[in-house]
């Protein structure tokens, strides 16, 4: 959540994010296996951009992610959506890690 005071934004986040522009690839609850662009992440989860949709309160399984350097990492992570929003035929949400 961004606060504006004055003319400063104030962000009211626990961890700071960071930008990364890479692929992760996900399972949902159904069994589905999906490659979704990470937007940013933190300590605390990640921002993705699908052309799926999800609801808040699906739960992802991270599975592996593309490092800045081209190689690819396994992760045993979960992920819970927080929020989802439409834009251009594409959906941006949020995932906190669980």
Same mark, same amino acid.
């Given at each position: 959540?961004? &606060? #504006? #005071?004055?003319?400063?934004? %104030?962000?009211?986040?626990?961890?700071?994010? #960071? &930008?990364?522009?890479? %692929?992760? =690839?996900?399972?949902t609850e159904t069994g =589905? =296996?999906?490659?979704?662009?990470?937007?940013?992440?933190? %300590?605390? +989860?990640? +921002?993705?951009v699908s052309h799926a949709s999800f609801e808040p309160g699906d739960v992802l399984d991270f599975e592996s992610i593309m490092t800045l350097d081209g190689d690819v990492r396994t992760l045993e992570l979960k992920g819970e959506v927080r929020h989802i929003q439409e834009q251009y035929q594409e959906f941006s949400f949020g995932v906190c890690f669980l």
């Open positions: 959540m961004t &606060q #504006i #005071i004055g003319s400063a934004l %104030m962000e009211k986040r626990k961890h700071k994010r #960071i &930008q990364y522009g890479r %692929m992760v =690839n996900v399972t =589905n =296996n999906l490659r979704l662009e990470v937007l940013d992440y933190s %300590m605390g +989860g990640m +921002g993705l």
